[in-house]
């Protein structure tokens, strides 16, 4: 599915990872925002998969799904390690949605979805992969990558924050 985008093949060389570097790192950044919804730490999360990549490039034939796959597995580390910094209160803090920010609120349900439906999200969806890319990356089965999609649809069908008002007017009795 790389239709018209350069391929750049790993080698011995570190011309070849520069190559690499400077053909991919935008959409490697990409996915990264989309998995982590945080542009720091997509940066981070890109130079974090870069860097294990540089050690064992000499011997990877396909480069970019290989750091797709490192970018998956670090996120799904980080975020099992990271404090969600949620400290308790007696009064929840004002947050108003900023107006004409209609379309965040998609992205806010899927920043809702748990890690590994985000992931299939992100992967199916935004990266359009198949179901066995999208497998292979996150090292899982088909039938995985098939539930965990049809669990985030569901659950991005029934979040309130993309139900629109013609749909609340039909439902709510007059």
Same mark, same amino acid.
């Given at each position: 599915m790389t239709t018209g985008v350069t391929v750049v093949r790993a080698g011995d060389s570190a011309e070849s990872f520069d190559a690499f570097v400077a053909a991919r790192s935008q959409t490697l950044l990409r996915t990264a925002y989309l998995l982590t919804r945080d542009h720091a730490l997509a940066e981070d999360l890109v130079q974090t998969a870069l860097a294990k990549a540089w050690f064992h490039w000499s011997k990877i034939d396909n480069p970019e799904p290989y750091v797709r796959r490192i970018m998956v597995t670090t996120y799904s580390s980080?975020?099992?390690?990271?404090?969600?910094? &949620?400290? @308790?209160?007696? &009064?929840? @803090?004002e947050s108003p949605a900023p107006p004409g920010e209609e379309q965040l609120d998609l992205w806010d349900a899927i920043g809702r979805l748990p890690r590994r439906q985000r992931s299939v999200v992100v992967l199916r969806f935004y990266e359009d992969l198949s179901e066995a890319e999208t497998a292979r990356l996150m090292g899982s089965t088909v039938g995985t990558v098939k539930s965990q999609t049809a669990k985030a649809l569901a659950k991005l069908r029934v979040d309130p924050a993309l139900a629109t008002s013609t749909t609340a007017d039909l439902e709510t009795p007059r």
């Open positions: 980080w975020w099992r390690r990271r404090w969600n910094g &949620e400290i @308790p209160t007696e &009064e929840l @803090p």
